[in-house]
């Protein structure tokens, strides 16, 4: 099982800026992907992007495109989601996971989360 660990949260200002990290560990990381989520309290987990750690093909939600990019730096295990012009809206816990290339997320490794407050 992989360790997944983030940083980079924080309190921000609307339309300012946040990187988040997720230092990995415990495997190879060839054939996975890797993504962020985030939660608000009373809803569900959601998915905010992904990439492939092998292609760097990248994948985004709806809400976020254009505004956040997703990374990895295969040298230091590393992923990362630069978050520009960021909105009250995004305020969430934000979690980084990991899956098989195919598999559900839910069958993945998890971190514990970084808290992301956006204020208006």
């Known amino acids: 099982q992989a360790q997944l660990v983030e940083s980079g949260g924080g309190l921000v200002q609307a339309g300012g800026s946040l990187r988040l990290s997720c230092a990995a560990s415990?495997?190879?990381?060839?054939?996975?992907?890797m993504g962020w989520f985030r939660q608000v309290p009373g809803k569900e987990r959601e998915f905010v992007a992904e990439v492939s750690w092998t292609s760097g093909q990248t994948y985004y939600a709806d809400s976020v495109k254009g505004r956040f990019t997703i990374s990895r730096d295969s040298a230091k295990n590393t992923v990362y989601l630069q978050m520009n012009s960021l909105k009250p809206e995004d305020t969430a816990v934000y979690y980084c996971a990991s899956a098989k290339s195919g598999t559900r997320w839910s069958l993945g490794s998890w971190g514990q989360g970084t808290q992301v407050t956006v204020s208006s």
């Open positions: 415990g495997r190879t990381f060839s054939s996975y992907r």
